[in-house]
């Protein structure tokens, strides 16, 4: 939000939006790599202080928006977009190190949950310092400078703490599985990785969903304005689908704690994204406004409750490999493919018209069905839990 209210402060165009929007998704990958060096041959106190630095670094930058113009806004969000994937890999691997069974999955998803938090803030705490509707450039101005001051101090305060209060490691193992981790370099996790025919499986069902909430939310304003919506709506329907999964987030705890109940959740919420979804596409051409928003709450809550429960299948499914490695391979997978969805439906509503949206509409689908599919074929099998539990099952088996 931030990032947009420069834009109409200084007039920049709709073009510089979608690169700073878009490289995000796109250091993700690189970013990913750098997590995974980051946190398996440095340790996860590194690798805090790293994110630490770069969001400091991305949120002073922006600083000098009044001296350099756009450029700051570049630096800025390269520096944020590698911090990005540091911070959310980090998550299982803090409640991996940290964190018994019992409670693991459960801090799993307070730790997400608090991403989703903070982007929900990034939209409404602007809002609250900068006034659009202001007409005077300069008072503007100086109301972004406030803003990104204020944040470049948040980010201050974050990192000093980090510093002197963040440990890599509590006194004596949680676990059995953080315990007996064993370090190994990037390429040696990602070979390993795709020998094991469940966590590909899984890699493929939590990117196809992650890419057709990215490129659904991309694209939405254009989506729907042929069956005659307007921006009001799609922005409605946007901060549902936040609320909604930050909701979604918090109520499949009690299945996130219990290894046993990750498939049943995982293959739940699927069956109702994929019938939400379908709902939805038939109610907007009926023009049912409160029904339209009802469906995309049920389809918004399902998309959040899938992050934590797939970040802890991956764990599962892909030990001895680290918790880190397994769940930033799904995030690099899914932002890469959500960009060729958003390039793919770009393409299709390039029209403007009913078709396009249709078309656009059954991409989205193909890929959900798909998803969903991968989800329910996958027996996923609990090779972390077992392993902690005792039992001698060759963890490897499935991927020799």
């Not at 069902?205 to 990215?214: I, T, V």
Request: hydrophobic fraction near 50%.
């Amino acid at each position: 939000m931030c990032i947009r209210d420069s834009i109409r402060t200084y007039h920049f165009d709709d073009r510089m939006v979608n690169i700073l929007t878009m490289m995000v998704s796109l250091l993700f990958v690189p970013g990913s790599v750098l997590s995974n060096y980051m946190f398996e041959q440095k340790s996860l106190r590194a690798g805090v202080l790293l994110v630490g630095l770069f969001n400091l670094l991305g949120t002073g930058s922006r600083l000098a928006i009044d001296k350099i113009g756009y450029p700051s806004l570049v630096i800025g969000q390269f520096f944020i977009g590698l911090a990005t994937p540091v911070i959310i890999n980090g998550t299982t691997k803090l409640t991996g190190d940290w964190f018994s069974p019992a409670s693991r999955g459960i801090f799993t998803t307070i730790s997400l949950t608090a991403n989703q938090v903070g982007i929900i803030l990034g939209y409404a705490v602007p809002g609250l310092i900068v006034n659009t509707n202001e007409l005077d450039k300069k008072v503007i101005e100086q109301q972004m400078f406030k803003l990104n001051l204020i944040f470049t101090i948040i980010c201050l305060v974050a990192f000093i703490l980090a510093i002197f209060l963040f440990r890599s490691k509590p006194p004596s193992p949680p676990s059995l599985s953080a315990a007996q981790r064993e370090t190994k370099t990037f390429w040696e996790s990602f070979k390993r990785s795709l020998l094991n025919k469940e966590y590909v499986l899984h890699l493929g069902a939590y990117a196809l969903n992650s890419a057709s909430f990215n490129g659904f939310s991309g694209v939405l304003s254009q989506l729907i304005r042929p069956f005659g919506y307007g921006d009001a709506d799609a922005g409605s329907i946007g901060v549902i689908l936040n609320f909604s999964g930050l909701l979604g987030m918090v109520l499949v705890m009690p299945l996130a704690s219990r290894p046993s109940s990750l498939r049943f959740g995982a293959i739940s919420m699927g069956i109702i994204i994929v019938s939400g979804f379908l709902a939805w596409q038939r109610i907007i051409a009926m023009n049912l406004k409160l029904a339209m928003f009802v469906a995309v709450f049920f389809v918004g809550f399902c998309f959040g409750g899938v992050w934590p429960l797939s970040a802890e299948l991956a764990s599962e499914v892909n030990y001895p490999i680290s918790e880190d490695f397994s769940f930033g391979m799904m995030g690099a997978l899914g932002n890469f493919l959500g960009i060729v969805q958003f390039g793919i439906l770009s393409h299709l509503l390039g029209t403007g018209d009913y078709h396009g949206s249709n078309r656009a509409f059954i991409t989205i689908t193909v890929f959900l069905v798909i998803s969903f599919i991968l989800f329910l074929v996958n027996k996923y099998p609990l090779r972390r839990l077992k392993a902690e539990s005792g039992q001698n099952e060759d963890s490897t088996k499935s991927v020799a």
